[in-house]
């Protein structure tokens, strides 16, 4: 099946469902429930068809802050060119400098999973980015400031229409870890990863971050000439490939991905870096529905970038074991356990020193 067929049938079915939730005939076609004589049935199945039409709503609203942002609309002075070579702004006077007063070997960039909503990380997050700073060459410059699903660079509680709510999400988050709001953050992020894939809305979207990506590059005194690392974890994987393009065009310097449990279409990006390390466990379920959602990385697609890529050797896989997506169980977690002794963050991290001292 073609990836054109398969947009055609996706589009087939997104029309029907709307004909169906919002079309007058409805009513024969989803009031079997009356049937039942149930006021409880029939309140849920309503709530259902009105949370259905509110998602599809959401998704087409989904690139339209790219979209604001490239025309302009906010005010914010966010560049909406990138030079092939570095501007001298983003060559700044102070740099960081190590102990020992050399210039920084590397930048390494960290763009966060789908739950990401303020400019602070959940405990479990933050422990890990601790953790491998704490880890890194003095010569690497971490940056940890990137909203990864706003072309903006604004968190969802910020300065936003809605954010008040995202707001009352996160306290109801804070209070009770087992609420089941979070679904509201994941969703309106996941649509922000299925804009970047996108081959109409994706380059301004990718475009955006990457402008994102460089002001805070700019902010730490980056050094031009210096290699980047995009850090991504979950659909933040995705979103540093984007940005991989628009940053190697702009930067022109060696560009590495290390994804972490990363949802990535493999359509864009790939062909503009050095190497992409992807590490993955066998419980991660949403990984595996992301390496078959997109086509370009079904095995038989061997002229896609995703396969050339992992032909040359560019694209290096790393098998976690018995490791979820996320949260307790994921591969981020210090308590969880593996068979051979070693906790999940652990593990991780020996990888991810391993990727890093091969790299330097």
């Not at 660079?153 to 109801?172: C, D, H, K, Y």
Request: a positive charge; aromatic letters at 10%; one cysteine or more.
């Amino acid at each position: 099946m073609s990836w054109r067929m398969l947009k055609y049938g996706l589009a087939i079915l997104l029309a029907v469902g709307a004909i169906v939730l919002l079309s007058p005939a409805n009513e024969r076609w989803l009031n079997w429930y009356l049937t039942f004589n149930s006021s409880f049935l029939s309140l849920v199945v309503d709530l259902l068809r009105v949370s259905a039409i509110a998602l599809l709503i959401a998704g087409l609203l989904s690139p339209f802050e790219a979209l604001g942002w490239w025309a302009g609309w906010y005010g914010d002075g966010i560049e909406t060119r990138v030079d092939v070579h570095l501007p001298a702004y983003l060559s700044a006077p102070v740099c960081d400098i190590d102990a020992n007063g050399k210039s920084p070997a590397r930048y390494m960039v960290y763009l966060d999973g789908i739950s990401q909503s303020s400019e602070g990380y959940p405990a479990r997050v933050q422990n890990f980015l601790d953790t491998l700073s704490a880890a890194l060459p003095e010569s690497t410059v971490f940056i940890q400031d990137i909203m990864a699903y706003s072309a903006l660079n604004r968190p969802l509680t910020g300065q936003r229409p809605f954010s008040a709510f995202w707001r009352w999400v996160n306290r109801i988050e804070a209070r009770f870890p087992a609420s089941p709001l979070d679904v509201f953050i994941n969703l309106r992020n996941t649509f922000q990863v299925a804009v970047s894939t996108d081959n109409r809305y994706g380059p301004v979207f990718n475009r955006g971050t990457a402008q994102v990506i460089l002001n805070s590059l700019r902010q730490r005194g980056y050094i031009p000439g210096t290699p980047i690392t995009l850090l991504g974890y979950s659909g933040g994987a995705q979103v540093a490939l984007g940005a991989a393009t628009y940053l190697k065009y702009a930067l022109d310097v060696p560009i590495e991905v290390i994804s972490i449990a990363g949802v990535m279409s493999g359509n864009n990006g790939i062909a503009s870096i050095e190497r992409l390390y992807h590490m993955h466990g066998s419980r991660d379920v949403l990984a595996q529905i992301g390496a078959m959602m997109f086509p370009k990385r079904w095995p038989m697609m061997a002229w896609s970038n995703w396969n050339l890529a992992k032909a040359k050797g560019r694209v290096k896989l790393f098998q976690l074991g018995p490791v979820s997506h996320s949260g307790p169980k994921g591969p981020i977690d210090p308590i969880a356990v593996l068979p051979n002794g070693c906790s999940h963050l652990e593990q991780t991290m020996a990888i991810m020193l391993e990727i890093i001292n091969y790299e330097l």
